[in-house]
């Protein structure tokens, strides 16, 4: 689920593990979540797995997370239609399950955007999901992230995340064991 809360973004991706991440507002606009787009697959023999096309506004923020179920495996690297930069936030590893997480600043623009991860090494149940947020600092937008992890299907905690600036958006996402879903 996505979480706001004034103009930070914090991300808390929970797969049996967790992680909170905070984004910087502008000074301009308060955060606003425009869409999202996702991608998976369950077997192995790929090293990629791309999310859906989607529209992607100039100067927006885009947070990617990416999960596999494969011990070691880790992203190599993302790219998107449009030429995006991507800067690594965290990465959480439970037993064989794992997320990383992925943000580009000030993006540039496109009508049908599609966003790749590149693994390390053939995995199974591949994810990502693409989440793009309006007034953001397009300068520097990452603020905090926590990391938790746990076998509990009812409930998880990253543990705390204290915000540095007011006006904070939460971005929280998870991934159930075996199950693919994220």
């Known amino acids: 689920g996505v979480h706001m809360s004034n103009n930070k973004l914090l ?4 797969l049996v593990v967790a992680i909170s991440w905070l984004i910087t507002p ?33 100067g927006n923020l885009l947070v990617v997370l990416v999960s596999t179920e494969t011990t070691g495996v880790s992203v190599s690297s993302l790219a998107d239609t449009a ?16 997320v990383e997480m992925w943000y580009a600043k000030n993006i540039t623009g496109h009508a049908s955007n599609v966003v790749t991860a590149t693994l390390s090494a053939s995995a199974t ?16 937008p990452y603020d905090v992230s926590a990391t938790g992890s746990g076998l509990n299907v009812t409930s998880q905690s990253t543990g705390s995340a204290v ?6 958006v939460i971005v929280a996402g998870y991934k159930e064991w075996l199950s693919g879903t994220f």
């Open 11 to 14: 991300a808390t991706a929970t």
């Open 83 to 98: 030429g995006n930069t991507y800067t690594y936030i965290s990465r959480i590893d439970s037993g064989s399950q794992n």
């Open 26 to 58: 502008s000074a301009h606009a308060a955060i606003a979540f425009v869409n999202g787009a996702t991608g998976g697959a369950s077997s192995a023999g790929s090293t990629s797995i791309a999310a859906a096309a989607a529209n992607h506004t100039t």
């Open 163 to 168: 915000t540095t600036a007011a006006n904070e």
């Open 125 to 140: 149940w591949r994810n990502i999901v693409v989440l793009q947020y309006s007034g953001c600092d397009t300068t520097s």
